[in-house]
């Protein structure tokens, strides 16, 4: 009986120390360009397709991404998180937030969901 308390005292213990480990693999990441847009778990940046420029108009930036996920869930998670950044969908698959237009696209390529954002002034 005592074996027992102590084998549920150190894996007590042991959860302890693995929540932050966990939490920290949970937190936002997000594209490198551009930096405030979020990368949805499981999708991964495709850096190559990736541009961005300052102009005096406001900025023009393009990511991409892809990941095992469908196509409808890629626009399913932008649809709920996008709202949250301050982004109002203006259309399918478009957002306006203070001057810009997000344009975002979903596919299947070589059998992986991608997306595909342009973001320029309006």
Known sequence: ??????????????????????????????????????????????????????????????ASAAGKSTPASIARFYREVLPQLGWTQAGNGVYTRQGEQLTMTTAVENGLGTVRFTIAPR
């Open 1 to 62: 009986m005592i074996l027992g308390r102590s084998f549920i005292v150190l894996l007590s213990v042991l959860m302890l120390f693995a929540a932050p480990v966990q939490a920290q693999q949970a937190e936002t990441r997000f594209f490198t360009t551009p930096n405030d847009m979020p990368l949805m778990p499981g999708l991964t940046e495709l850096p190559a397709r990736g541009l961005a420029f300052d102009k005096p108009e406001g900025r023009i930036a393009e």
